[in-house]
């Protein structure tokens, strides 16, 4: 092997070393929302680097909002309540840091936290209002639908 290819393969390792090693990177990434999809997810354009902006879907970090899509329609609006708090969360500031953040279960998704530029954390906020529960990124429990 040559030493030019000893050096990219050597490269490569350390590359992929470094990265295994680090599963979470501590921010801040400035951001800015372009939507809310539902009460726990966004997508935002984030500029990890400078001149440098991606589009990529953001996991808020410690909360689970109720499913939009459930078959149960007690859920379904409360997820609904939970999407609209966030969006005023958003149209009150739509410029955020990403700190804290990691790689989602779900390819191309991201989990972070979320603070707004006046401080808030959207989590904090959201869990405060009790639009959404705690979650450790684990198995959900099942949610009963309760038709009273």
């Not at 779900?106 to 979650?135: E, H, K, M, P, W």
Request: glycine content about 8%; aromatic content about 6%; overall charge neutral.
């Amino acid at each position: 092997m040559n030493n030019a290819l000893l050096f990219l393969v050597g490269t490569a390792a350390v590359f992929t070393t470094e990265a295994a090693a680090r599963d979470e990177i501590s921010g801040p990434v400035a951001a800015e929302i372009l939507r809310v999809i539902d009460g726990d997810t966004l997508l935002v354009e984030a500029q990890p680097w400078p001149q440098q902006k991606m589009e990529v879907y953001v996991r808020i970090r410690g909360i689970d909002a109720p499913e939009l899509k459930s078959k149960c329609e007690r859920i379904r609006e409360a997820g609904i309540d939970a999407h609209r708090a966030l969006e005023a969360l958003a149209a009150r500031s739509r410029k955020i840091q990403l700190t804290h953040i990691s790689g989602d279960k779900y390819f191309g998704r991201i989990v972070a936290d979320v603070v707004f530029s006046d401080g808030r954390n959207a989590g904090a906020d959201l869990l405060l209002a009790g639009l959404v529960q705690t979650y450790d990124g684990g198995r959900k429990p099942r949610q009963v639908c309760d038709t009273n």
